[in-house]
């Protein structure tokens, strides 16, 4: 009976432990099969440096407590391990650790470079004759992984953008008679504009905010973008504009980094948010207002899609039954059976086919303008937002668990630089 | 039976529908007493434009539902009126708007500049032998009314920025080791910096986030608070900073204003909290991450405190009450009875005791180093985020009610240029 090695990669998400706590929940379920779940501390660095949680120490009760608490209870890394042929020793030393604790399984959470990694595992595992089972879990607010339908954290994230769209852009129509008349709300992804997309779904008829959607797909177009906010701005009296933090000009350079610069010269503090309300007000005149959502968004697990933790849930365990079914390098995947009413269900993938990846927003999901979403893309998001799932409170906040984090005694006698 | 005036003025807040909720439910239980409730469209300007709704025409369930609706149903204002001897003319525009529509009530929902305009109205009432019974309604985010413990709308952005640093201190916890050491978020209060203090409650024991609050109250020393994130991200691996968009320097300056300059020459783009967070990075090479909140704390109705709400509405109802007890020239203010168990009622105040006043954080509820909360802070912030009130969902958004907002016939033929 061999045990288990979890690890949380990169950014995190309001979900990211309900992944975790589903992953642990099966596990337990077959102790006849898994031994101990071994969570890696700030993840793939925690096994480079035989730095692990022992999950055995939990109780029932924390680890379920996983399921409502965001960020990554584990800890995180940003961490991408070279390729096979430039630092083999990473890769070695990782059998290494698992043969000293008797790791049969690897469940590695993260996005498009951890699938990567995860693969590459599977690979040198079978080179160096060392039975694993490599089962990636999917996970980023960025919902770009290919093949699964969408991404476990993004809806949540797309939930708390859509409301915060909703509720700031009544707070804007209240004051445009006298004061702030454009509003932007800068959101992430640097690369796919699904979290601004999702800023989309707080409108739902002709009018209604968010006037303006700036999509890193769509390259932006200053004079089209200043046309429309005056338009606008006249017809409705104020103008909210949600804008990703990967729009990009002309030129090809990202648009915050084409703003303002400081005393000594460094590049300007503000994200894109501000450059595109400053933008409406020397152009205009405007008095604006703007709002950086940063890690807000993506830890907002008070508002938590309920469908997106359901999912998350269900990928962690999934992983855990292919793993037992013996199914190795692949990553479960969700695919959408319907959208209306929204049915889903669990199916599996190659790692291979999500590694280094990236799905963006089809150009049929953004209208001819390039403004907006058209009703695919709503179709799209829309079951994804959908049902509470609100944490327990006390003292009037959210009752977030902290683990024990019991460390795995360690077995090897060399250490590991990373 | 005279008909009442309620306007909505300043800043709105996620609860002062809810106020507005009580006045006009209240209104409704003494149709013996109160005709028809105008609110005015704009807030005074409303009045003085003779554009008023009539939330007569509006049905039982709309009213209901303004409860739960963030944002200002019938339109805000940012204007002042004028002092009585400076725009007489504007006073007298009132009275005689007032006296075309039978108006006995002037209801005015705001702030400190609000209730000094809400008791010039009751002055010139009498100077021009003009019956009228003014009460004002607190609200604010600001939480800066003296007399009343706390201000309607302030609890609420309390609770959202004290959750969101929690959620977002759990977030770069994760993330510390490779990625993210300082994180800040930016929170309103120009000159009182209640709100930041409200993020103090994220933390509930040593070494919990935030790590660092930035108060007006406080001059920003630059080496004290450079040597304190040092401090935390050597101790706990990272450091959370909530900072007042309304810290100064000792030169007396908005730190905001300190920052960057565009290529036009303009000040920057960016508020405080992008300021500081570069700082850290100039002085100690910590990647940072920072969030503004901006309108979002102070519209985020989908976690506002049950408290809040409760008191947003119960300050409206009281503001009929008094009215019908003839009480003039007051605002129903919250009394705290205790506050382990929380206690209130509601009491009132002449307006003269609250109009142009302002309530700072005072010092005792300051830790010694000017960078945290104390206990006197905590017992006296806690309470008033206490208790959930959720909106109902529709498609996994907020259902947030539109008005019809049927239009007064108008009955002068002067108009009025404002």
């Not at 990703?244 to 990202?254: A, N």
């Not at 962690?316 to 190795?328: C, F, I, Y």
């Not at 977030?400 to 795995?408: A, D, T």
Request: hydrophobic content about 40%; glycine content about 10%.
């Amino acid at each position: 009976m061999k045990n288990a090695f979890y690890a949380q990669s990169g950014g995190v998400t309001a979900v990211i432990n309900a992944s975790a706590c589903g992953v642990i929940e099966t596990a337990r379920k077959h102790r006849n099969k898994i031994g101990k779940v071994y969570a890696g501390r700030h993840g793939i660095l925690g096994a480079l440096t035989e730095d692990m949680i022992d999950t055995s120490k939990e109780s029932r009760a924390a680890i379920s407590a996983l399921r409502h608490t965001p960020g990554g209870a584990f800890g995180s890394a940003r961490y991408k391990l070279a390729g096979l042929d430039k630092n083999r020793a990473q890769y070695a030393r990782l059998i290494d650790i698992f043969r000293a604790h008797d790791i049969g399984y690897f469940f590695y959470n993260g996005g498009n470079d951890s699938m990567d990694t995860a693969q590459k595992v599977s690979e040198i595992a079978v080179q160096m004759s060392y039975p694993i089972t490599c089962v990636g879990i999917p996970k980023t607010v960025d919902n770009d992984l290919p093949v699964t339908d969408c991404c476990p954290g993004f809806g949540s994230a797309a939930k708390y953008i859509a409301i915060s769209t909703r509720e700031a852009a009544l707070d804007v129509a209240s004051m445009a008679r006298t004061s702030t008349k454009v509003f932007v709300l800068e959101v992430m992804g640097r690369h796919a504009g699904w979290m601004a997309a999702a800023g989309g779904l707080a409108g739902e008829k002709a009018g209604d905010a968010p006037h303006i959607i700036l999509f890193p797909e769509i390259t932006f177009d200053r004079e089209l973008f200043l046309a429309k906010v005056k338009l606008c701005v006249q017809k409705y009296g104020y103008c909210v504009v949600v804008v990703s933090e990967g729009v990009r000009g002309p030129d090809g350079k990202f648009l915050a980094e084409a703003g303002t610069k400081d005393a000594f010269g460094h590049a300007q503090l503000g994200g894109v948010g501000p450059v595109v309300a400053q933008m409406t007000q020397q152009a205009w005149g405007f008095k604006f207002h703007w709002a950086v959502a940063d890690y807000l968004q993506r830890s907002a697990r008070h508002i938590a899609s309920k469908v997106d933790v359901n999912q998350a849930y269900a990928v962690g365990k999934a992983a855990v039954e292919l793993a037992l079914k013996g199914r190795n390098a692949v990553m479960p995947v969700i695919v959408r059976k319907s959208s209306k009413p929204y049915r889903w269900a669990i199916g599996e993938a190659p790692l291979s086919a999500i590694a280094n990846q990236e799905k963006k927003v089809p150009r049929n999901f953004i209208t001819a303008d390039g403004f907006g979403i058209t009703a695919a893309c709503r179709n799209y998001l829309s079951p994804l937002i959908g049902g509470e799932d609100y944490p327990p409170y006390r003292n009037g906040l959210p009752s977030y668990v902290s683990l024990k984090g019991v460390s795995v005694v360690k077995r090897l006698r060399t250490p590991f630089v990373v």
